[in-house]
């Protein structure tokens, strides 16, 4: 099977692929995505149902390939995880890091850990924390929508703060994004409180003279704070300091409709993440409508590009190699090469290193494509997550709302970044779904007298607080009617939750390459993934989060049950292999992910140091661009997708340059 | 199997052990009718569960006996005592314990005993994609399941209407 000949090929149909598609297709260019998974379908009404039913309400829980079947589950696989090497396009899960030793669980490939590891060795290896989607649209169908920008301090940590990189350019970069910044706000159509983030841009060196752009407001008034939000904007919190920066309170900017517009206004679902129910939320399957749309946008589905061509002289790419599928757990129904005369690969920053790295066999390129400076794979990245959770004093009625509506922004950077990473506060509207499993783990711990909540039992957190909802109750209550009503009324609504997203910084050795012996089911290599939490800086960062997190509580006076972890385990049993405990400074942490999955691919203002420049052009192969927040040096602290959108349209702008 | 008496004895005995008013769990127009699949789940995985095919039939008839006295009368918390005094034996109150797990979560439980490193457990299965969103959990937090609202925008700012409008009691 061959292509007609395309002005561009576009890897993955995510925010980066469709931004890019529409950009091009509304400019008169041909251009072909190939889609790896399933069409976007006619309705999310399927996507609901899967949801509904499934029993851990994972971000991947609604979407195809099935994430678990409970009836295949056995004694060694208690979730009924199916086997990777059977899927056509099977992808990470958040259920798969605590199987992460198991391949026939977990599509990553993990390398053997150290032996003889001290709980705090910065060479312990962990399971990666976050995951995505292999869907038409992407894995925005379940991203929660916080649509920050960086900072231009983020863009120079290595000139000020003499960590990690500066991005290319330093802080000229962000002058550059501006006018793309604000094409991304615009298109995706954030909600926000334009006064509350001034105050914040102008703490963190961006001054409104021209630097927010022109135009510079929100689409959309910002969504209103929930009673969550209420409870942590008080004085005793917001007087507090952290490293002499005061901790204030601020609303987030959101991809989701404050007001009826092209799509619907929010209802407070709370279910931004995993699917939200009426497409109040943006994702890309909008961008990809649009695209397609322009009727110069074709795209095949269950298409998995498998391998890129170069021209032997050239060295541009003369074609992607694809295989086709029906079924996910189907025979391979076809192959094909997609030609255009360029290419843009946006297939996030796993599966995009991946594709780079299997395409090996081309004359000159033996390390794949675009990688002469061995920088393909490396530096991988996440938001790093510390969770604190509590009571608070009053009802403050929490799953009530989108998931998250404000935040804690003022401590994304400052002086304190020579020695620790910065990170965001998220303050979550959904009591304790994320830390605790609930509401389930407190039902069955009344129902059945259990404790695995800490709120039917004798503990005693770490500032000498009992724990026990009700101290009439003896431990381990078993309740029903009247009295059952109040104790899980009185806790869930007293539920908070806060998330620190930590900047983590970038290292060679956190990679992805490819696995030597697992395959998929097209005999695709799957990814090999190393993930430490190395450096001192990041591990301060988590020392500054739990601090923090405590003194927030005690000064809204609302009580701890953060839980410490087991202690960690690197040796013995693979099995029982620690996936993300680690110790530090005497304290114990498990780290979440984020679902920011960054830095494999990145830019740079040098061949030797990276992989493309500031065109976001690969320096090997002149026709050949990449998007997504593989491009990105550093983490920094917003979370990513809408300067992966704003680079996507950046981007756009290049390749139509680079056609006249 | 069940009757039509087994439905009315199943919502009076699940009202007293959830705290939920019966015309909330049956409510006068009912096109969801969550409380037929629950009966059904009960009856059958209770049998499973227990060996006891006649248990399920068994707790009914206790309860419709306790809820018929009337000298004394009993009122719903001594009922609710008396269906989970120990002496019924262990089957027979953890089933009206799950009965209560089920109503709340839209979810069958299933106990992981406790183990020399781990204490014991629940973990649960979604019974259908109508249960999830009926479980009372949603109600007695004063709140909506998780992906199915009925809200507006905004209400997350407001207090919610009281908790004895969602219980009914
Ligand atoms: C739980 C969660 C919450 C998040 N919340 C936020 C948030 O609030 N704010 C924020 O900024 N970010 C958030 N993110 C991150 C955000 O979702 C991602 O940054 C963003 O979706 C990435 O977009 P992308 O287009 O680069 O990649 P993707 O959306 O992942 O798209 C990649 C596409 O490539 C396709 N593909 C993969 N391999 C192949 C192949 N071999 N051949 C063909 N196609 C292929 C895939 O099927 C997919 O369609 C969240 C992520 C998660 C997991
Ligand atoms: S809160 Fe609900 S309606 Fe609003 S975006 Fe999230 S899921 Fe959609």
Not at chain 1, 250 to 268: H, V
Not at chain 1, 474 to 494: C, E, K
Request: glycine share 8%; charged share 20%; aromatic share 10%.
């Amino acid at each position: 099977m061959t292509t007609q000949n395309y002005d561009l090929v576009i890897v993955g149909s995510g925010v980066a692929g469709s931004i890019v598609a529409y950009q091009l297709g509304s400019q008169g260019k041909k251009v072909l995505i190939l889609e790896a998974g399933q069409e976007v379908p006619a309705d999310r009404s399927d996507y609901m149902e899967t949801f509904f039913k499934a029993n851990a309400k994972t971000p991947e829980s609604p979407y195809p390939p099935t994430t678990q079947d409970p009836s295949a589950s056995t004694q060694d696989n208690p979730l009924g995880l199916p086997d990777p090497a059977k899927e056509n396009t099977p992808r990470y899960t958040v259920l798969q890091i605590g199987a992460w030793r198991n391949p026939r669980q977990c599509y990553f490939d993990y390398t053997a850990q150290e032996p003889n590891l001290s709980p705090d060795s910065p060479h312990a290896k962990f399971a990666f924390a976050s995951s995505y989607e292999r869907i038409g649209g992407g894995t925005t169908w379940h991203w929660l929508g916080t649509c920050l920008r960086l900072f231009p301090h983020d863009f120079e940590l290595k000139t000020r703060y003499g960590q990690g990189v500066d991005w290319p350019g330093g802080a000229k970069f962000y002058d550059a994004l501006v006018p793309y910044y604000e094409q991304a706000t615009q298109h995706i159509g954030v909600s926000g409180d334009k006064q509350a983030m001034d105050k914040i841009y102008s703490e963190f060196g961006v001054s409104s003279n021209g630097q927010y752009g022109s135009e510079y407001d929100y689409p959309m008034p910002g969504i209103d704070p929930s009673q969550v939000d209420n409870s942590f904007n008080v004085p005793p919190v917001t007087s507090l300091t952290v490293d002499d920066i005061a901790v204030s309170i601020t609303p987030t900017p959101q991809g989701r409709n404050s007001l009826p517009g092209k799509r619907r206004q929010c209802a407070g679902n709370t279910n931004c993440i995993p699917i939200c129910p009426i497409q109040a939320k943006y994702d890309a399957t909008v961008t990809l409508a649009q695209a397609l749309q322009t009727g110069n946008v074709d795209i095949r589905y269950r298409c998995v590009a498998s391998n890129i061509r170069l021209d032997d002289t050239t060295h541009e790419v003369s074609g992607i190699d694809f295989i086709t599928y029906d079924t996910q757990s189907g025979i391979q129904t076809g192959s094909g090469t997609a030609v255009g005369k360029k290419y843009y690969l946006a297939a996030h920053a796993i599966e995009t290193p991946k594709l780079l790295l299997m395409s090996n066999k081309n004359k000159g390129f033996p390390k794949g494509v675009a990688n002469s400076s061995d920088q393909v794979g490396r530096n991988l990245m996440d938001h790093i997550m510390y969770l604190a959770w509590g009571l608070a004093k009053d009802p403050v009625f929490p799953y009530r709302g989108p998931l998250s509506t404000s935040g804690v922004e003022s401590l994304r950077d400052g002086k304190f970044r020579s020695t620790r990473s910065a990170y965001r506060i998220e303050i979550g509207n959904e009591g304790w779904q994320w830390a605790a499993n609930d509401p389930f783990t407190t039902l069955a711990d009344f129902v059945f007298g259990q404790d695995a909540s800490q709120t039917n039992g004798s503990t005693i957190n770490a500032q000498n607080q009992p724990l026990k909802f009700d101290s009439n109750l003896p431990d381990n209550a078993q309740l029903f009617g009247a009295q059952l009503v109040s104790t899980l009324n009185g806790i869930y609504t007293r539920q908070v939750r806060l998330g620190y997203l930590i900047e983590q910084l970038p290292d060679p050795d956190n990679r992805v390459e490819l696995s030597e012996s697992l395959t998929d089911h097209l005999g695709l290599p799957r990814p090999k993934i190393t993930y430490r939490v190395r450096s001192d800086y990041e591990r301060n960062g988590f020392v500054s989060a739990r601090k923090v997190s405590t003194e927030i509580f005690q000064a809204m006076g609302a009580r701890e049950y953060t839980t410490t972890p087991p202690a960690p385990v690197f040796s013995g049993d693979p099995s029982k292999e620690t996936a993300t405990n680690f110790e530090y400074q005497g304290h114990r942490f498990t780290f979440y992910g984020a679902g920011h999955i960054v830095g494999t691919y990145r830019m740079g203002d040098k061949k030797e140091n990276s992989v493309v420049n500031v065109r976001q052009q690969s320096w090997d192969h002149t026709n050949l661009y990449m998007g997504g927040s593989g491009l990105f040096p550093t983490v920094a602290t917003g979370n990513p997708t809408l300067t992966i959108a704003a680079l996507a349209f950046k981007t756009a702008t290049h390749i139509l340059e680079d056609f006249s | 199997m069940s009757s039509n008496n087994d439905m009315d004895n199943f919502i009076a005995l699940s009202a007293v052990l959830t705290g939920f008013n019966a015309n909330i769990l049956r409510p006068f127009l009912d096109p969801v009718d969550i409380k037929s699949e629950y009966l059904q789940v009960f009856f059958t995985r209770i049998a499973e569960e227990s060996g006891d095919p006649k248990l399920a039939t068994n707790i009914l008839a206790k309860f419709a006996q306790l809820n018929g006295q009337t000298n004394p009368k009993l009122n719903d918390q001594q009922i609710g005592e008396e269906m989970l005094a120990p002496a019924n034996g262990a089957n027979f109150v953890l089933a009206c314990r799950k009965l209560i797990f089920m109503w709340y979560s839209g979810a069958w439980p299933t106990i992981i005993p406790a183990s020399a490193t781990a204490p014991e457990t629940t973990v649960s299965e979604i019974i259908s994609a109508k249960s999830y969103t009926c479980g009372l959990v949603w109600q007695v937090m004063q709140s909506h399941p998780m992906g199915d609202s009925n809200f507006r925008y905004g209400y997350w700012a407001k207090a919610p209407i009281p908790l004895s409008d969602y219980t009914g009691n």
